[in-house]
């Protein structure tokens, strides 16, 4: 991005028009990658590091006409305004090398589609597994596997795919073309990915959001969906028949010259398409560079045990591991907002374990009703007299779970009421040095009853409960989810904090544990 290499004038001559060359084959052929590089990332990086920020935000480039700032200046914002679109979904290029693309307009088409009912400028995109890390993987909210024949991954690419779901992405899959050898191998593929007995493939009940997060889909057309289910939200959905040559079929403007019977299955197949896409996003894309995860090569855990910062999770009986990224994820939150050195391995336990007074804070989670026996109960008061917090969430809001928290603590407190935290409380500002949590996003379910079903994000005061005990809240309670945002998990059937804010929410009150 650097030099033009196609003139003998000097590197630096026509650069500007030969990035906008390069944006075009970028974006019109759908690739993520030129090579090897991420040609719009490493393109505007090369860019805003040129722009003259002391000349009103303008570009002079070499040549003639490059040396015009009008001219100079259209051509980089033509590269990154048209390069910067959101990305819906990235096909994933893997081996076998002629197998992965039969159907080449399959997701153009399907994204021309999403395009017009979301009512806003979308992408798709072509990433190749042989040069993709996690993190670029991650520029795409959703990746599409399709193929006929047993697709070939190296150990390597499946931990990517995994590293990449664990960390929100999302997995779109079919066997096409009657690919019986793809049907076998991907669910091979899915037990190397996810050996847990947990995380195994399950046949998409008929009231799973994923039918009717956008369109009713016809009965007489619905295939099979097979998925799995990580933390709150299904990150895995598998079709064992075809897809992709129904969306080939769908291309704007050509419905009146297909017979109507085959109208009928390519408009079934593609409102799958678009559900499995709402259920996936929720809608909410970013444009390219916004808003994406940190690279996890930035956080590194620090290797000298004195003075680092552990929090423990407890175990329980209503679901004490559902999320198990929502702590880790929280602690690399720290780590980079507020400078402290902490760990994110995990260190899992029992209330009655004595380790438990080793620990400042400790973190609970749950999704099902649970209950403490006396000793439990009797090493959690003490925990909480001797200065220790506990910080829990009712995972995707869960009532069952809530229901037995609070009973819990008011068997364990009962001279120490849970009750609301008042807002003004300096835990909602950045006293402690965190955020000011006046308002926060909350997502809250609309629809249903057989229509489109989504979470629409309302800003709202933050709603935490505690339990005061010595003038300090020794226990923080949020009945809204807080885990599955943290884990980058949250789905439209999942009401709670956005991703942002339930770190913020995470953050201040670690902070101010370390505080009071």
């Given amino acids: 991005v650097h030099t033009n290499p196609s003139t003998t004038r000097g590197a630096q001559v026509w650069l500007l028009y030969y990035l906008y060359g390069v944006e075009r084959a970028g974006r019109l052929t759908n690739q993520r990658f030129l090579g090897q590089h991420d040609w719009y990332r490493e393109g505007a990086d090369a860019l805003v590091a040129a ?96 193929g006929s024949a047993a697709p070939q991954f190296t150990d390597a690419q499946v931990h990517n795919l995994r590293e990449y779901v664990d960390r929100g992405g999302f997995l779109f899959a079919e066997a096409c073309c009657g690919g019986e050898a793809y049907d076998r191998a991907f669910r091979q593929l899915m037990r190397r990915m996810f050996p847990e007995p947990e995380h195994q493939l399950r046949l998409l009940p008929p009231e799973h959001p994923v039918w009717t997060a956008e369109e009713r889909v016809d009965p007489r057309y619905m295939k099979p969906l097979w998925g799995i289910d990580l933390g709150c939200r299904t990150s895995v959905v598998y079709c064992p028949d075809d897809l992709g040559c129904f969306w080939e079929l769908a291309r704007v403007g050509r419905e009146d010259k297909l017979p109507a019977k085959v109208n009928e299955q390519v408009s079934a197949v593609r409102s799958i398409g678009i559900n499995v896409l709402a259920y996936a996003t929720n809608r909410e894309l970013k444009y390219k560079l916004e808003g994406t995860p940190p690279p996890e090569s930035e956080f590194k855990n620090d ?46 336990l029992a209330l009655t374990d004595p380790r438990l007074f080793e620990h400042h804070m400790i973190f609970m989670h749950g999704r099902n009703a649970f209950q403490f026996n006396p ?17 829990a969430d009712a995972i995707c809001g869960s009532d069952a779970f809530a229901a037995a928290f609070r009973r819990e603590m008011n068997a364990t407190f009962s001279d120490h009421p849970l009750e609301p935290i008042p807002a003004s409380h300096p835990l909602f500002s950045a006293a402690y040095g965190g955020f000011d949590l006046r308002r926060v996003g909350l997502r809250e379910l609309q629809g249903g009853g057989g229509g489109p079903t989504r979470a629409v994000t309302k800003q709202v005061p933050p709603e935490l409960e505690g339990i005061k005990v010595d003038d300090r809240y020794g226990v923080v309670f949020s009945p809204h989810d807080l885990s599955c945002a943290l884990e980058r998990h949250e789905s439209i059937e999942c009401p709670g904090y956005n991703r942002e804010d339930a770190a913020r929410i995470g953050l201040n009150v670690i902070l101010y544990s370390l505080a009071e």
């Fill in 375 to 391: 000793a439990e109960r009797k090493q959690l008061r003490t925990f909480v007299e001797r200065g220790g917090l506990l910080l």
């Fill in 51 to 146: 722009q003259d920020e002391l000349g009103g935000g303008q570009w002079k480039g070499v040549g003639h006409s490059e040396d015009n700032p009008h001219i100079a200046t259209s051509l980089c914002l033509l590269f990154l305004s048209k390069g910067r679109r959101p990305i819906l979904i990235s096909k994933l290029k893997h081996a076998p090398v002629d197998d992965w693309n039969h159907h080449r307009t399959d997701l153009a088409n399907l994204t021309n589609y999403v395009e017009r009912q979301w009512k806003r400028d979308l992408t798709w995109q072509i990433i190749d597994t042989s040069h993709a890390e996690p993190d670029d993987l991650l520029q795409s909210p959703v990746l599409f596997l399709t």
């Fill in 303 to 348: 290797p000298v045990e004195r003075a680092r910062i552990w929090i423990a999770k407890l175990r329980h009986s209503g679901g004490w591991n559902i999320a198990p990224q929502a702590l880790p994820n929280l602690m690399k939150t720290v780590a980079r907002n507020a400078s402290l050195r902490v760990n994110v391995d995990s260190r899992e």
